[in-house]
T-cell receptor, first 112, second 112 residues
Framework: KAGVTQTPRYLIKTRGQQVTLSCSPI?????VSWYQQTPGQGLQFLFEYFSETQRNKGNFPGRFSGRQFSNSRSEMNVSTLELGDSALYLCASVAGGEGEQYFGPGTRLTVT | GQQLNQSPQSMFIQEGEDVSMNCTSSSIFNTWLWYKQDPGEGPVLLIA?????ELTSNGRLTAQFGITRKDSFLNISASIPSDVGIYFCAGQGNNQGGKLIFGQGTELSVKP
């Protein structure tokens, strides 16, 4: 069974631009959670989508948004990028509502 | 953002030694998960714990869900060089869906 895939793996953007990251969960998994990982703040929860609905949201500004499609693939968007948005963005796939989360390799975003 | 208290922050040990790390929280969790992350990769799930007092093993790894539901520990026996990496604990509260709260990580170095 294929694991969680994320594209792109690396991205360089300029302040003020926007970016869209993509995540394909494990086949059959209906829930996707997104996390931001930085050296200073560690792993922080962004939001979770289950059956195309946002079910939970972390403490991030409205510039961070996401969505989930009917095939469970998910995208997250960050608008008006700031230098502090430079991070590894990880998505995790869950079979059902709760429990074991399986992470993708992440997208390394650098904002210059 | 919210984080669990994970200790120690780093460990430098000799190959063959046993390792112990733990996480504590001010909140009760229903699930504890332990992950290992290698540089440039996403976290890999090692052990999942679902019940207070539960003791679960995965090869040389053993983890326990504390009876207060506010702590967990991970032991690695007879460490080998490939155990090098950063280990994270993660907790999931009641009715939190796919939201995990992570510890700061324990960086493990193993000297051959």
């Amino acid at each position: 069974k294929a694991g969680v895939t994320q594209t792109p793996r690396y991205l360089i953007k300029t302040r003020g631009q926007q970016v869209t990251l993509s995540c394909s969960p494990i086949s059959g998994h209906r829930s996707v959670s997104w996390y931001q990982q930085t050296p200073g703040q560690g792993l922080q929860f962004l939001f979770e989508y289950f059956s195309e609905t946002q079910r939970n949201k972390g403490n991030f500004p409205g510039r961070f948004s996401g969505r989930q499609f009917s095939n469970s693939r998910s995208e997250m968007n960050v608008s008006t990028l700031e230098l502090g948005d430079s991070a590894l963005y990880l998505c995790a796939s869950v079979a059902g509502g709760e429990g074991e989360q399986y992470f993708g390799p992440g997208t390394r975003l650098t904002v210059t | 953002g919210q984080q669990l208290n994970q200790s120690p922050q780093s460990m430098f040990i000799q190959e063959g030694e046993d390792v112990s790390m733990n996480c504590t929280s001010s909140s009760i969790f229903n699930t504890w998960l332990w992950y290992k992350q290698d540089p440039g990769e996403g976290p890999v799930l090692l052990i999942a714990l679902y019940k207070a007092g539960e003791l679960t093993s995965n090869g040389r790894l053993t983890a326990q869900f504390g009876i207060t539901r506010k702590d967990s520990f991970l032991n690695i026996s007879a460490s080998i060089p490939s155990d090098v990496g950063i280990y994270f604990c993660a907790g999931q509260g009641n009715n939190q869906g796919g939201k995990l709260i992570f510890g700061q990580g324990t960086e493990l170095s193993v000297k051959p």
